[in-house]
């Protein structure tokens, strides 16, 4: 099922960062995200529903979006 916030997302097994792209065009990098959390969201039913409760406020994270989309 599409989320209605997430609309993308990648995970970088080397440096653990999982990079999210929502809906508004906002980009954030989480890092140190372990891949059972990064295949976890992978397959949930729900990505907003799992990202709320895995992972927004329990890693630490920079916003990537492109300038332009600000």
């Not at 059972?36 to 529903?49: I, L, M, R």
């Amino acid at each position: 099922m599409p989320s209605t916030a997430i609309k993308d997302h990648d995970y970088d097994a080397e440096l653990r960062q999982l990079a999210v792209t929502f809906i508004t065009g906002r980009v954030y990098v989480y890092f140190d995200v372990p891949l059972d959390v990064a295949d976890a969201f992978e397959h949930a039913s729900s990505k907003g529903a799992y990202f709320n409760r895995h992972i927004r406020d329990r890693y630490a994270f920079r916003e990537v979006t492109p300038a332009g989309l600000k």
